[in-house]
T-cell receptor
Framework: GQNIDQPTEMTATEGAIVQINCTYQ??????LFWYQQHAGEAPTFLSY??LDGLEEKGRFSSFLSRSKGYSYLLLKELQMKDSASYLC??????????WGAGTKLIIKP | DVKVTQSSRYLVKRTGEKVFLECVQD?????MFWYRQDPGLGLRLIYF???????EKGDIPEGYSVSREKKERFSLILESASTNQTSMYLC?????????????FGPGTRLTVL
């Protein structure tokens, strides 16, 4: 079957670094997406990886290892506004997105 | 900027009522999707559409139907609402370019069925 696993909740301190992990099992693979979702709002696109390695976008970076079925989202210099849920989604061979349940990130001052 | 709008942010309906949720996108996207989101679960795909008048069942189509008469509009219909359909409903659209086919979401409709 197809499955995405990510931690339910994480807590970090303002100004620190946090890494949110995601493991996936899909029928075929055509890339890995990360989305941010603030409470009561729609998910917004953060990153897309299809090749192994690290993609950096300002304070946020995303890593992919296809051989391990593993990705992580790295958030640096955490700000209070980064408190949100982070959704991992893998694209299968039919280009359908398989979604994780999301990781709720709590930032403390 | 891509804009996806949904007809209501909050909706309260009674069991047995017919419910229409409307979604409109303004970026000429080929693909449109309806998801529901419940606590502790990932986004679950109800229906999607790759073209006008075309629809495909997602993972949980039971109790729902859809309509796509125009490219920019994708409607979700609950024929006879039930309490287990209380949820957040999210509409999304994507260009349909294959690999980096990023989905863009509307603000969501929180539906309560009493």
């Amino acid at each position: 079957g197809q499955n995405i696993d990510q931690p339910t909740e994480m807590t970090a301190t303002e100004g620190a670094i946090v890494q949110i992990n995601c493991t996936y099992q899909t029928s075929g693979f055509n890339g890995l997406f990360w989305y941010q979702q603030h409470a009561g709002e729609a998910p917004t696109f953060l990153s897309y990886n299809v090749l192994d390695g690290l993609e950096e976008k300002g304070r946020f970076s995303s890593f992919l290892s296809r051989s391990k079925g593993y990705s992580y989202l790295l958030l640096k210099e955490l700000q209070m506004k980064d408190s949100a849920s982070y959704l991992c989604a893998a694209q299968d061979s039919n280009y359908q997105l398989i979604w994780g349940a999301g990781t709720k990130l709590i930032i403390k001052p | 900027d891509v804009k996806v709008t949904q007809s209501s942010r909050y909706l309260v309906k009674r069991t047995g009522e017919k419910v229409f949720l409307e979604c409109v996108q303004d970026m000429d996207h080929e693909n449109m999707f309806w998801y529901r989101q419940d606590p502790g679960l990932g986004l679950r795909l109800i229906y999607f559409s790759y073209d006008v008048k075309m629809k495909e069942k997602g993972d949980i189509p039971e109790g729902y139907s859809v309509s796509r008469e125009k490219k920019e509009r994708f409607s979700l219909i609950l024929e006879s609402a039930s309490t287990n359909q209380t949820s957040m409903y999210l509409c999304a659209s994507s260009p349909g370019t294959g690999h980096t086919d990023t989905q863009y979401f509307g603000p969501g409709t929180r539906l309560t069925v009493l």
